[in-house]
């Protein structure tokens, strides 16, 4: 079915954009710009270009090659070498443990994007149950208190996430959130189904939109107060971080995320291309566009750590952001609340979080379905696909 679709659309663009909606994902949005402001700022920059160039660009373009020279998935392709099988079973288990963290993070982008519907949003304001004494509604600037809690970041870990103080309380499920992951896995479900024809039209969405709403982040989050200071933490190195083995540990994981790099889903979808196929260009495209979306994205970030560590920490940027998956729901939100019309650009913004999240989903669930149907081939493919989805 893939085969096609590069028949029906232009090889090369469909191929390029089909690798840019699979790479630049999630990870790219708030994965980097946590990872930079963890080990150093700039200095964070100098491991990640460098092991870019000498590491990923060339596993990238290995898996491609692997994929395009045999035709065949992960499984398939890796065990036509017995000793080296082990590596395509390790890329599926790798694909379907990464899908199960990815639809969550889809699934609270689809919560913010269902209440981004109010007049009023939610994490705006500092009256509801979930909030606390210490709660501070920046959306109302005029505002500058030394240790107070952002609305958006108690919105998002006492209503989201609903934690819980510590082991002894685990706490209810909150039944909005499992809602909302029942519709991811039914969206990524019923894509699936329809097969690579519906994900490489989607690709054309899933690769450009994204940029147009970071574009308009980045334009509003440099004009707030204390930008400059978060920029220019981003920009400037801290040398002594250089030589800390962390800092390039966790630069290699997020180059191996960001790109895709052992989930199988390049060697899958390489397998469709003409076996002629010249994809040396297109692999530096898609891993150039994948570093700068990072850098880019960062901008848009550190200039909104910098607006709350002057609002909410006395301009002391190291203690202004917040870590893991919370920077897409605590940081963004912030910046978003700072627009006029911040309702229908809250909109949009979570769509494009569902819509880069969903364009990295798709290629690893189906790597997964495909790789099922190739051991069991009586399977129907849409019974796989639920099972996969459960």
């Known amino acids: 079915m893939l085969k096609e679709f590069f028949r029906k659309y232009d090889q090369r663009i469909g191929f390029v954009l089909l690798l840019i909606s699979n790479s630049v994902g999630l990870g790219n949005v708030?994965?980097?710009?946590?990872?930079?402001y963890k080990n150093g700022g700039g200095a964070f920059l100098i491991p990640y270009f460098l092991l870019y160039i000498f590491i990923g660009l060339p596993l990238y373009y290995l898996e491609l090659s692997l994929g395009q020279f045999?035709?065949?998935?992960?499984p398939r392709a890796y065990g036509l070498v017995r000793g080296s099988i082990g590596i395509g079973i390790s890329m599926l288990i790798n694909a379907a443990i990464t899908?199960?963290?990815?639809?969550?993070?889809?699934?609270?982008?689809?919560?913010?994007?269902?209440?981004?519907?109010?007049?009023?949003?939610?994490?705006?304001?500092?009256?509801?149950?979930?909030?606390?004494?210490?709660c501070v509604d920046l959306s109302n600037a005029n505002i500058t208190v030394i240790n107070g809690t952002s609305s958006a970041d108690e919105f998002f870990t006492h209503f989201v996430l609903r934690q819980s103080d510590g082991f002894h309380d685990f706490g209810t499920p909150a039944w909005y959130t499992i809602l909302c992951l029942l519709g991811a896995w039914i969206i990524v479900a019923l894509c699936i189904h329809r097969g690579f024809k519906l994900v490489g039209r989607l690709a054309y969405i899933t690769a450009l939109f994204p940029y147009i709403i970071l574009l308009a982040l980045l334009i509003r989050t440099s004009l707030l107060d204390g930008a400059g200071l978060g920029i220019r933490y981003y920009l400037t190195p801290d040398w002594s971080k250089v030589s800390d083995f962390q800092v390039w540990r966790d630069a290699a994981g997020q180059v191996f995320f960001s790109l895709g790099v052992g989930f199988g889903s390049l060697v899958a979808y390489s397998s469709a291309n003409d076996f002629h196929n010249n994809y040396f260009i297109q692999c530096i495209i898609v891993v150039a566009c994948d570093c700068l979306t990072g850098i880019f994205a960062g901008f848009t970030v550190f200039a909104t750590i910098g607006f709350l560590a002057v609002k909410l920490r006395d301009g002391d940027i190291t203690k202004a952001a917040i870590g893991g998956p919370g920077l897409a729901f605590i940081i963004y939100p912030e910046a978003i609340s700072q627009m006029s019309d911040s309702s229908v650009f809250a909109?949009?913004?979570?769509?494009?979080?569902?819509?880069?999240?969903?364009?990295?989903?798709?290629?690893g669930t189906d790597v997964v379905v495909a790789a099922i149907l190739q051991y069991f081939p009586d399977l129907k493919r849409w019974v796989v696909v639920i099972i996969v989805s459960i």
């Not at 708030?30 to 930079?36: A, D, H, I, M």
């Open 99 to 134: 899908i199960c963290f990815y639809n969550l993070l889809i699934s609270w982008a689809l919560l913010y994007f269902l209440l981004s519907f109010r007049k009023t949003l939610l994490w705006n304001q500092c009256n509801k149950h979930w909030n606390t004494a210490n």
């Open 347 to 363: 909109v949009f913004f979570f769509l494009m979080l569902i819509i880069i999240g969903l364009g990295s989903q798709f290629g």
């Open 70 to 74: 045999t035709s065949k998935g992960p």
């Open 30 to 36: 708030w994965r980097f710009p946590f990872l930079t």
